[in-house]
């Protein structure tokens, strides 16, 4: 008897566990969790950073230019050319993101391309890349192009190893060029043997993406670039203690301008801002200390605050090799992707 009621106790506890578990509210802010220090990777920087906008010919919104303090002609500063997610042509998207760099003494620029469904990819590339070039044209005098990154989320993820490619024809990135790309959709870039083998990479993915499948990542960006050699796999998994950091398809995103998933929380800054500063550093420094980090030798991803300050946050997952999600349905799939060719080859 008292066998049988100590078995229908823990079960109860379980069943009340699991609803507790279910119950945890999504982290909505940064103040859930320990962050990384100004001045620390994935912290603001020492620079003040000014928004300068540029008039984009073909399209509303304008081109952004995020410009640290320290970047004058006598000191021209690296840059990193940002290619936001399909519809995230405002820059308020990406906006902690590309300041939080910014500060950190890198110019980032923002170029928009077209949403509109009726545009092919070559024109939206095309639109991409006429954007980044405008920008250097006005501001190429506090800029260093022989140290170049390009970062990107979903679609203009897919689009990075294309800018690469086309930098790279131009001569910018000679001294120092990385790829950082968040959650790819499909790729519609040519001649990507074309992208030098130093170039170095990260591919992020979010476990729980319901957007794209992670077989796009791996087939379209990390099996078309075998020449790159130094570069991680790298997966963040929900979190679960304090409250609930999801791993979603907009795990970037960090202003969701009335979105309903959530945009600013510490997977910013531990998962993107960490890796992605110390990705810049390492690729135009070759610091060490920042290699570690970039590529996740250092996984550490911040602690909750209050009565769970003890406990991390999942650490960061990296690897030489893909892991994906197989379990997941996402809406665009790798093996649907000439549904979506719109005239583009494939595959």
């Known amino acids: 008897m008292k066998k049988i009621l100590l078995i229908l106790i823990l079960a109860i506890l379980s069943l009340n566990a699991s609803t507790v578990r279910a119950q945890v509210a999504q982290c909505t802010g940064l103040k859930t969790t320990t962050l990384p220090l100004s001045g620390d990777y994935g912290g603001f920087g020492q620079f003040t950073v000014t928004r300068l906008s540029i008039t984009n010919a073909s399209l509303i919104d304008p081109i952004s230019v995020f410009v640290p303090s320290n970047a004058t002609a006598q000191n021209k500063v ?10 995230g042509t405002n820059y308020q ?3 902690t993101l590309m ?3 910014a500060s950190n003494g890198y110019i980032v620029v923002f ?35 022989t140290r170049i990154g390009f970062a990107g989320h979903s679609y203009g993820a897919g ?5 690469a490619r086309r930098g790279a024809a131009q001569g910018w990135g000679n001294d120092g060029l990385f790829l950082f790309v968040m959650a790819a959709w499909y790729n519609w870039g040519t001649n990507l043997e074309q992208i030098p083998a130093s170039t170095k990479m990260i591919v992020q993915v979010y476990w729980d993406d319901a957007t794209n499948e992670h077989l796009i990542s791996q087939n379209d960006i990390w099996n078309k670039l075998p020449q790159i050699t130094e570069r991680k796999w790298q997966v963040i998994r929900q979190s679960k203690t304090y409250c609930s950091l999801g791993a979603g398809h907009g795990v970037p995103v960090t202003n969701s301008l009335g979105q309903t998933e959530a945009a600013l929380d510490a997977y910013d800054a531990w998962g993107v801002w960490r890796r992605l500063h110390a990705i810049s550093d390492y690729t135009f420094s070759g610091n060490q200390t920042a290699k570690n980090i970039a590529f996740g030798v250092d ?10 300050g003890v406990r991390p946050i999942s650490p960061l997952e990296s690897t030489d090799s893909p892991v994906i999600n197989t379990q997941s349905s996402p809406s665009f799939l790798w093996s649907q992707k000439c549904t979506y060719a719109l005239g583009s080859p494939c595959p």
């Not at 690296?78 to 519809?87: L, M, Q």
């Open 93 to 95: 998207f990406y906006e």
């Open 111 to 145: 170029s928009p391309y077209s949403s509109s469904i009726f545009a092919t990819h070559a024109t939206r590339y095309n639109q991409l890349w006429d954007g980044f070039q405008k920008a250097v044209q006005q501001l190429g005098n506090i800029m260093d192009t």
């Open 299 to 308: 996984a550490y991803m911040g602690r909750w605050r209050g009565i769970f």
């Open 99 to 101: 300041r939080q760099l």
């Open 159 to 163: 689009a990075l190893p294309d800018m």
């Open 78 to 87: 690296p840059v990193v050319f940002f290619a936001h997610g399909f519809g």
